[in-house]
């Protein structure tokens, strides 16, 4: 078992010396601060399990050292004791009204500083092992999908979470969250580590990733900054969203969003990731209100014939030499239509094109 880590900050270095030496003699892990910027520093890096701090020193005393490292969830929960030369009972009423554990006033035995340390390390071990009862509950929980990640990866997942992302333990070890999440992958990842850091004290994300099983999946992602096994970490939930994302642009706007998450899938069933990806972050620029718009563009846009068949052969995914073969036509040929397409339809790249096709019904995937 790791020994206890204890933080001490004080502006007299003869005092934060003798603690510093007192408590390593007694086996626990020591960490000294000379100022409380360099405490809240030292808080921040090493995540103490008890810091020890004096209330009078210059710049930054005690009260805002506590108030600051108050607002931040990785430390928010440390317990913490006040050294002072203060005794009036307005000082240590100050103090606990803020939430600080307790006071020892100065001059003070050594052996009343550990029998202070041990009660409340003791105390701190109660509430750990309550919170650790409850969360074996809620990991256990076979209605709600559940997570910790820390270190970047998912280091523990539940039954149902596994069963919503269809993956198993090794598998979803072994793979990259870059490699599972669809869309603005950056933007997600960011702000799992913002999280990750205590920077934020929750997050709430709308999430696609592409299932074990090659599907796509559209997730509601839940989390909360923690501390785990020593470790700054998040747990959260998962919940699975995709028949209320279709239902609901079914509802708002008819086929067209609806038939372009179908493309998504069926893209992704085909392994070509990399173009459901690229169209999915189109799919978040555009939006699905209007049927008479699309109507409107379908009329004034005028395709050939073979250029409708090249560009379904497009929307499923075909390469511009599986295209050719396909119709037994020349590369080249393709390479002319597809050109012709993107002109007419006024749109950048495959991804704007397709996602374009399907939300202005030039093609109806079946």
């Given at each position: 078992?790791?020994?206890?880590?204890?933080?001490?900050?004080?502006?007299?270095?003869?005092?934060?010396?003798?603690?510093?030496?007192?408590?390593?003699?007694?086996g626990?892990?020591?960490?000294?601060?000379?100022?409380?910027?360099?405490?809240?520093?030292?808080?921040?890096?090493?995540?103490?399990?008890?810091?020890?701090?004096?209330?009078?020193?210059?710049?930054?005393?005690?009260?805002?050292?506590?108030?600051?490292?108050e607002?931040?969830?990785?430390?928010?929960?440390?317990?913490?004791?006040?050294?002072?030369?203060?005794?009036?009972?307005?000082?240590?009423?100050?103090?606990?009204?803020?939430?600080?554990?307790?006071?020892?006033?100065?001059?003070?035995?050594?052996?009343?500083?550990?029998?202070?340390?041990?009660?409340?390390?003791?105390?701190?071990q109660?509430?750990?092992?309550?919170?650790?009862?409850?969360?074996?509950?809620?990991?256990?929980?076979?209605?709600?999908?559940?997570?910790?990640?820390?270190?970047?990866?998912?280091?523990?997942?539940?039954?149902?979470?596994l069963?919503?992302?269809?993956?198993?333990?090794?598998?979803?070890?072994?793979?990259?969250?870059?490699?599972?999440?669809?869309?603005?992958?950056?933007?997600?990842?960011?702000?799992?580590?913002?999280?990750?850091?205590?920077?934020?004290?929750?997050?709430?994300?709308?999430?696609?990733?592409?299932?074990?099983?090659?599907?796509?999946?559209?997730?509601?992602?839940f989390?909360?900054?923690?501390?785990?096994?020593?470790?700054?970490?998040?747990?959260?939930?998962?919940?699975?969203?995709?028949?209320?994302?279709?239902?609901?642009?079914?509802?708002?706007?008819?086929?067209?969003?609806?038939?372009?998450?179908?493309?998504?899938?069926?893209?992704?069933?085909?392994?070509?990731?990399?173009?459901a990806?690229?169209?999915?972050?189109?799919?978040?620029?555009?939006?699905?209100d209007?049927?008479?718009?699309?109507?409107?563009?379908?009329?004034?846009?005028?395709?050939?014939?073979?250029?409708?068949?090249?560009?379904?052969?497009?929307?499923?995914?075909?390469?511009?030499?599986?295209?050719?073969?396909?119709?037994?036509?020349?590369?080249?040929?393709?390479?002319?239509?597809?050109?012709?397409?993107l002109?007419?339809?006024?749109?950048?790249?495959?991804?704007?094109?397709v996602?374009?096709?399907?939300?202005?019904?030039?093609?109806?995937?079946?």
């Open positions: 078992m790791q020994k206890p880590r204890i933080l001490i900050i004080d502006d007299f270095e003869p005092l934060l010396e003798e603690v510093v030496e007192f408590l390593s003699m007694e626990y892990i020591t960490l000294a601060a000379k100022d409380g910027a360099e405490g809240i520093q030292m808080a921040l890096q090493h995540t103490p399990d008890l810091i020890i701090c004096d209330i009078e020193m210059p710049k930054l005393d005690g009260y805002e050292v506590f108030r600051s490292l607002q931040i969830p990785a430390t928010s929960g440390i317990p913490f004791i006040f050294l002072t030369a203060r005794a009036q009972p307005e000082d240590f009423r100050t103090g606990l009204r803020m939430g600080v554990d307790d006071y020892l006033t100065k001059p003070f035995e050594l052996d009343e500083l550990v029998l202070t340390v041990v009660k409340r390390l003791e105390k701190n109660k509430i750990r092992l309550s919170g650790e009862t409850k969360f074996k509950a809620l990991i256990n929980n076979p209605l709600v999908g559940v997570y910790i990640y820390q270190d970047n990866k998912f280091i523990l997942v539940n039954n149902k979470l069963q919503i992302i269809g993956y198993s333990k090794f598998e979803l070890n072994r793979t990259k969250l870059k490699d599972i999440f669809l869309g603005d992958k950056e933007s997600i990842i960011n702000e799992l580590c913002m999280c990750l850091k205590g920077i934020h004290d929750s997050i709430q994300l709308k999430v696609s990733i592409i299932s074990g099983n090659k599907k796509a999946l559209f997730l509601e992602l989390g909360k900054s923690i501390m785990f096994d020593n470790k700054k970490s998040i747990i959260g939930s998962i919940v699975d969203i995709t028949s209320n994302n279709v239902h609901t642009k079914q509802k708002q706007a008819g086929v067209g969003a609806v038939e372009l998450d179908e493309v998504i899938k069926y893209l992704i069933s085909l392994e070509k990731e990399d173009i990806e690229q169209i999915i972050n189109v799919r978040q620029l555009m939006s699905f209007s049927n008479s718009e699309s109507d409107r563009i379908k009329n004034r846009i005028k395709l050939t014939k073979r250029e409708l068949q090249i560009l379904k052969l497009i929307c499923q995914g075909f390469t511009n030499s599986e295209i050719a073969e396909n119709l037994f036509i020349s590369s080249r040929t393709v390479d002319n239509h597809r050109a012709n397409l002109a007419k339809t006024e749109t950048r790249n495959t991804a704007s094109l996602a374009f096709a399907i939300f202005n019904k030039f093609v109806k995937m079946s």
